[in-house]
C-alpha cells in the first residue's frame, strides 16, 4: 500500500482461537515488514474452503450483481451485470436487523487479471511496465485495487476495483439468501478478510490525513 507498522495481537478479537490469530499475523505481516517487495507473497488460508454458513458476509464475492459502468464513448453511465464484491459489514445486511433507517448494500466490481492485463496492452504498455505493475498488485501497493490469489474453484485471479464502489439494495441481497450457494462465489478466510479490511481502511481512511486543516481568515 504501502501499510505500516500495526500490533495486530491488540486488534485481532478476542474470539479467535490463538492458533488462528497466529495464521493471520504471519499472513498479515508481510505486507508491514520493511522491504516488503523483497519477497513473495504467500496467500495460503486466503479463502473458505466449503462454505456452509446461510448468510452473506463482508468480503463475499458474489457472481453476478447489477454495476453501474461508464461509457468513455458517449459520456454516460450505463448498467452492467458483473461479479462484485460485498464492501458493507455483515451485519448491515443481515434481514435479522431490523432497522428504522436500512442500510443498503456497497459493491465493487471484481474483473479477471486477465482482462486488467489486456486493457494495460490495449493502452500500450511495453512487457516491462506490466510485470512491474503485476509485482505490485500481488504486493497490494495500490490502495484503490485489491489483489485476490488463485481461488480453489477455477485457480483465477482477480481483482477488486475499490474505487468504482456502487450500491444496491439491501432488500434485493436478501432476497438472494434462498440460493447462497448459487449467488455466492466464494468467502474469504480470516486471513483474506482482515488483509481486505486493512486495504479497505487504507484506501478511505489516512491517519494522519498529513493535510492542515486550518483557516486563513483573520478574526
Excluded at 41 to 54: D, P, V
Amino acid at each position: 500500500m504501502p501499510f505500516g507498522d500495526e500490533d495486530w495481537e491488540a486488534t485481532l478479537p478476542s474470539y479467535l482461537f490463538n492458533t488462528e490469530k497466529g495464521r493471520i499475523k504471519i499472513g498479515l505481516s508481510q505486507f508491514f515488514e520493511a522491504n516488503h517487495h523483497q519477497r513473495e507473497k504467500i496467500y495460503s488460508n486466503f479463502y473458505l474452503g466449503e462454505n456452509t454458513i446461510l448468510f452473506f458476509m463482508q468480503g463475499d464475492i458474489f457472481n453476478s450483481i447489477p454495476a453501474i459502468e461508464w461509457d468513455d464513448d458517449n459520456s454516460c453511465y450505463y448498467t452492467a451485470f458483473t461479479p462484485a464484491m460485498l464492501v458493507s459489514n455483515s451485519c448491515d445486511i443481515s434481514p435479522d436487523n431490523n432497522r428504522q433507517l436500512p442500510k443498503e448494500a456497497l459493491f465493487a466490481p471484481v474483473i479477471p487479471l486477465g482482462e486488467f492485463i489486456k486493457g494495460l496492452e490495449d493502452d500500450g504498455m511495453v512487457k516491462e511496465q506490466i510485470t512491474s505493475i503485476i509485482n505490485n498488485l500481488k504486493h497490494q501497493d495500490y490502495s484503490n485495487i485489491f489483489y485476490l490469489p488463485p481461488n480453489p474453484l477455477d485457480s483465477s485471479e482477480n481483482i477488486v476495483l475499490l474505487d468504482k464502489v456502487y450500491w444496491h439494495p439491501s432488500s434485493e441481497i436478501q432476497k438472494k439468501l434462498a440460493n447462497i450457494k448459487s449467488e455466492r462465489g466464494i468467502s474469504l478466510d480470516h486471513f483474506g478478510f482482515y488483509l481486505f479490511i486493512a486495504k479497505l481502511s487504507f484506501h478511505l481512511c489516512r491517519v494522519p490525513e498529513e493535510i492542515e486543516r486550518r483557516s486563513d481568515v483573520k478574526q
